[in-house]
């Protein structure tokens, strides 16, 4: 636990450090700030996800979890990078909604795995999930469900990179490739 909180702490230490414009340095650190934090961040993700252990399962809950934990990291890092690179409000907006489409589809691909594949096959405890009856994509949509809501956030996540035409071709293999993996 020390080693993450001493990396999250270098992670500011870094962007404030960069050689870039301080209204950029700031707007990073704000990012990654709200990102990591208790609102709508991956801490208040995690809360919630230990408070609903044992819960029944609700589609509130689970988005609450969810879109604060996984996705809004993966937004800020697409986020983060097309401020560090001067993207428009525009090219901004699309890349928001291109991490949280892609965000959401890797836990919800994290959450059929758990359930799908072996601990060899994904380098950790296969079944976690269930054994601490956490509230998981498949424990409130059932499997199959989950596997058409990971597809449709992937196409989405596609969809909001059309302003970029081929520049974002990158970008739409990590969602191909999110939704794809076996591990």
């Known amino acids: 636990m020390l080693a993450g909180d001493a990396l999250l702490t270098l992670s500011f230490q870094v962007l404030s450090s960069l050689p870039i414009d301080a209204d950029r340095r700031i707007r990073l650190v704000d990012e990654l700030a709200t990102a990591s934090g208790t609102v709508g961040g991956?801490?208040?993700?995690?809360?919630n996800d230990i408070e609903g252990e044992g819960q029944p399962p609700t589609t509130a809950l689970l988005d609450a979890i969810h879109?604060?934990?996984t996705g809004a990291l993966l937004r800020a890092s697409v986020?983060?990078?097309?401020?560090?690179?001067?993207?428009?409000?525009e090219q901004l907006s699309a890349l928001s909604a291109y991490g949280e489409h892609t965000g959401l589809a890797f836990q919800i691909v994290d959450d059929v795995l758990d359930v799908e594949?072996?601990?060899?096959?994904l380098?950790?405890?296969?079944?976690?999930?269930?054994?601490?009856?956490k509230i998981t994509f498949p424990a409130v949509y059932g499997l199959e469900r989950?596997?058409?809501?990971?597809?449709?956030e992937r196409l989405a996540a596609h969809v909001a990179l059309r302003p970029f035409d081929g520049r974002a071709e990158r970008l739409r293999e990590l969602a191909d490739l999110i939704v794809t993996r076996k591990a």
């Open 42 to 47: 991956m801490i208040g993700g995690q809360v």
């Open 67 to 69: 879109r604060a934990k």
């Open 79 to 89: 986020r983060m990078g097309a401020i560090f690179a001067g993207a428009n409000a």
């Open 117 to 121: 594949q072996s601990s060899e096959a």
């Open 123 to 133: 380098g950790k405890t296969a079944g976690k999930d269930a054994q601490q009856r």
């Open 146 to 152: 989950s596997r058409v809501m990971a597809e449709q």
